[in-house]
Every structure is written in structure tokens, then in C-alpha cells.
């Protein structure tokens, strides 16, 4: 499959609040109400919605889903939580007062990696606390849903999913490299988790893990984008083991073959311990970013492609939300995990794999449906 020598030797893990126990009667479902994004309006300078986390609770409350007090509210990833995959020169440009040309350098990297470049003239007290502390909880909370799949069988961080950052560089909206500190952490702390595979199907190329496992042998990574947006990142593509590259306005039908086809020969090809789900909803039709044309049913069935591959086979899965860029995103993805539960893919205690699912597709309009099944049609307003 490529890629370098098989790494072995790890250093000693520190010392770090992110894992702890929960409770059987919380949902292995990590969210903070301080996930959300703002400062002081600039973030409608992005079509990112900043505010898209909370939103996404607020419906699977509204639906009977989850109650407050039955998530899990992770903590903030410190320095040395970051420290197991970043430099330390990469976590001083976000916080040093270098001053290049009268402007303070940490100003100017934080606005590049957020991409609204009016945060550079922000001090750096408002841009640790409204913009990188949330960026920092979210990682906790992708790291600590990760132990949480292996404990439950599933878990989704309702956030997170980073997949532009890297070790030592940010970019997209991606300030920490969440997704490659969750899978290390893993290495790290969890005896039985030797393997792992990312299935990143956000529409971009998710550059950021795949430099940092580009030598590694113990992690796979498929990656389903659209070829000709951001971020262009050629070398990065040597370390992506199942690459399929979409031309710009693929529809459903052509989309979740691709997926379902590539998947179950990655499965074949590569045995994980944990499969690492990058579920972007940024391939929604009139994404301003995505360039892709996939309806809402055919988001809700792609993410049940995956999860039936996974749970079938009792592969531990985490699921984070990435990309997505239009108002309507944050109820396709409350609607699609209530898809999920609808069909015994998740359960609140749920290490017993359901087997008897729809197969394929839960949208007929993607001619890969299964006649068995039992989806019934779920708000999409």
C-alpha cells in the first residue's frame, strides 16, 4: 500500500484531561455551547455558519434525541495536548506578538487560517478567546469521541474534523490537527487500537491528516473530493492510500456509488481498529465552496453508506462534521443522524452491532436503494 516503515516506538504519553469516564446514560455524543464561533461579527465575513454546532443540537434536542445533561461535554485541548502532533514553532505563530511590518504576525496567521483577513487587526486576547479556544474545545472533543467509539461502538463529535491542518500548518478553517491528535491519542493511550482509517468525504482533499500520516503504514486514508477546488495540495495526495478526485457538479446517483464501490474495497484492501469519519456536508447542492451537486437525501444516505459498512463489521466508528457552508447543513446533519438511530445504527448504548439495515442507499432517487429499507421521509426544511 505504499508509504514507509510500519512506526512502533511511541513516547511516553503525558498527562491529560481529555479522556475521562461518562456516565451509560449520556450518548456518545460530544458538543459544547461554546464550540460556536464569533468575533465581534467579522465571522459573516466566511460563509462558514459559525453557529452551525449548536444548531445541529438544538435540532437532535428538539427531536427528542438528546437532553442536555445526557451529552458530553468535552475540555480544551492544552499545549501539551497539542504538542503530541503539532510544533511548537506552529503553536507560537498562533499567539506570539511578532511584529512583521507594524502588524502583529500572530494576527496575520490567524486570519489566514480563518480566512477573514479583518482578524488580523484584532488584538490577540479576542482572537484566543473567541476564535482559537473554540477551535481548541472542538479538538477535545473530536480526541475524547474517539475513545468514546471504541468504548461504544460509535461516536460522533458534533464538530470538529479539521482536515486542512496539519503538524506544523493550518489552512481552511483549520486551525488543529484534531482528526490526526485523535487517531495518535488512540496510538498512544488504547492498547487494542493499532489501525486506523479515515474516510474523509467533505468536498475538498483533506491535505492536513495526510501529511501527517503520509509515512505511516498503520493508518489508511481514503479521501472522496472535488478535484479542481482549494486545496490543490499535491503532495499531500502521496499519502491518501484510496483516492477518488469528482468533477465539479457530480449528482447523487454517480456520487454515493463512487463512496459505497470505494469503501468496501478500502475495507478490503485495509482491516482498522477504528474507521474516522469526515462527513462534510459541504457537497450540498449550491455550496458556495463545494462545488458539488449532491441533495439533501443523498448526504443522509451517503452517511448511512458508511456507518452500515462499519457497524457490519464491527468496526468502531467516529463521526465528524466538518465542511459545510450553507444555513440548511446544520438540519441535514440532525436529520441524518436521527436516520442513523431510525435505522439501530446508533443507540445510546450501543456496542451491539446491528446487522439487519438497509444496505445500500436510503434515497430511491439514487437508484442504489435497498427494498428492506425502513427510512421513513424526515424534515428537510
Known amino acids: 500500500m505504499g508509504g514507509g516503515p510500519e512506526r512502533t516506538q511511541e513516547k511516553k504519553a503525558h498527562n491529560t484531561r481529555l479522556y475521562f469516564e461518562v456516565a451509560d446514560k449520556q450518548w456518545p455524543v460530544v458538543y459544547s455551547q461554546d464550540y460556536n464561533i ?16 449548536g444548531k445541529v443540537f438544538t ?7 438528546l437532553k442536555d445533561d445526557t451529552i458530553v461535554t468535552p475540555k480544551e485541548a492544552t499545549e501539551d495536548d497539542l504538542l503530541v502532533v503539532h510544533t511548537k514553532r506552529y503553536l507560537n505563530n498562533l499567539k506570539q506578538a511578532n511584529f512583521v511590518e507594524k502588524m502583529p504576525e500572530w494576527s496575520i496567521n490567524v486570519a489566514t487560517i480563518t480566512e477573514v483577513p479583518p482578524v488580523a487587526l484584532l488584538p490577540n486576547f479576542i482572537v484566543q478567546r473567541k476564535v482559537l479556544k473554540p477551535f481548541r474545545l472542538q479538538t477535545g472533543g473530536t480526541i475524547l469521541a474517539a475513545k468514546l467509539a471504541i468504548e461504544r461502538g460509535w461516536a460522533m463529535n458534533i464538530g470538529g474534523g479539521f482536515h486542512h491542518c496539519s503538524g506544523d500548518r493550518g489552512g481552511g478553517f483549520c486551525a488543529y ?7 495518535k491519542f488512540l496510538f498512544e493511550r488504547v492498547s487494542k487500537v493499532k489501525r486506523a482509517m479515515i474516510v474523509d468525504l467533505d468536498a475538498h482533499q483533506g491535505n492536513g491528516h495526510e501529511r501527517d500520516f503520509m509515512d505511516d503504514n ?16 499535491g503532495f499531500a495526495k502521496r499519502g491518501i492510500k484510496r483516492k477518488v478526485e469528482l468533477m465539479s457538479w457530480t449528482q447523487d446517483h454517480e456520487y454515493l456509488q463512487k463512496v459505497k464501490d470505494n469503501l468496501m474495497l478500502a475495507l478490503e484492501e485495509f482491516t482498522p481498529d477504528i474507521i474516522v469519519y469526515n462527513a462534510g456536508t459541504d457537497i450540498l447542492d449550491g455550496d458556495p465552496l463545494g462545488a458539488l451537486s449532491i441533495s439533501p437525501e443523498g448526504i443522509i444516505a451517503r452517511d448511512q453508506i458508511v456507518f452500515e459498512a462499519a457497524r457490519q463489521r464491527k468496526i468502531p466508528i467516529l463521526m465528524v462534521t466538518s465542511g459545510g457552508y450553507q444555513k440548511q447543513t446544520a438540519r441535514i446533519i440532525a436529520n441524518s443522524v436521527l436516520n442513523l438511530r431510525q435505522l439501530g445504527l446508533v443507540g445510546l448504548n450501543d456496542n451491539n452491532i446491528v446487522t439487519q439495515t438497509a444496505e445500500a442507499s436510503s434515497c430511491e432517487a439514487t437508484g442504489i436503494s435497498s427494498p428492506t429499507s425502513t427510512q421513513t421521509k424526515l424534515k428537510l426544511s
Open 177 to 183: 490537527a484534531d482528526i490526526t491528535l485523535a487517531i
Open 38 to 53: 464569533g468575533f465581534l461579527g467579522l465571522e459573516k465575513l466566511h460563509p462558514f455558519d459559525a453557529g452551525k454546532w
Open 59 to 65: 435540532f437532535l434536542k428538539e427531536a427528542g434525541m
Open 218 to 233: 498503520r493508518v489508511y486514508i481514503m479521501d472522496v473530493y472535488n478535484r479542481h477546488i482549494y486545496p490543490h495540495d
